[in-house]
């Protein structure tokens, strides 16, 4: 499955400094990605939701290797684009993986969130 976009949001929440959404191959559109900083760096989590149990469970598995590390770079890819030019928080950026043209996509309207 090819990722034709990623949109990023920045946010500060502690260790969490963004939710990413991700559409594929412009037919399926994934919101709910978080990006994490972990001990090792950044990465990107998969969405979820919390239970009854006050646990957080996935919502979305990707069963293909490949895939998995295509999104991690993508969505990597689009947060530091967005804080190399100086993206504020709270702030949609967006990235059109493999546009030529290199337009970056933001929106103030609220249905158009990643979350």
Do not use: C, W
Not at 30 to 36: H, R, S, Y
Not at 65 to 73: A, F, P, S
Not at 93 to 114: F, M
């Amino acid at each position: 499955m090819e990722i034709t976009n990623v949109e990023v949001r920045r946010v500060d929440y502690g260790k969490l400094k963004a939710f990413a959404k991700v559409t594929f191959g412009h037919e399926l559109e994934v919101k709910g990605f978080k990006i994490i900083e972990g001990s090792k760096g950044l990465f990107v989590g998969l969405p979820s939701e919390k239970s009854k149990d006050d646990k957080y469970y996935p919502t979305v598995y990707i069963n293909d290797e490949n895939l998995y590390r295509d999104l991690q770079t993508a969505v990597l890819a689009a947060y530091n684009e967005g804080a190399s030019e100086g993206a504020s928080e709270g702030t949609d950026g967006g990235n059109d993986v493999g546009n030529d043209d290199g337009e970056v996509k933001g929106s103030d309207d609220p249905d158009n969130l990643p979350f």
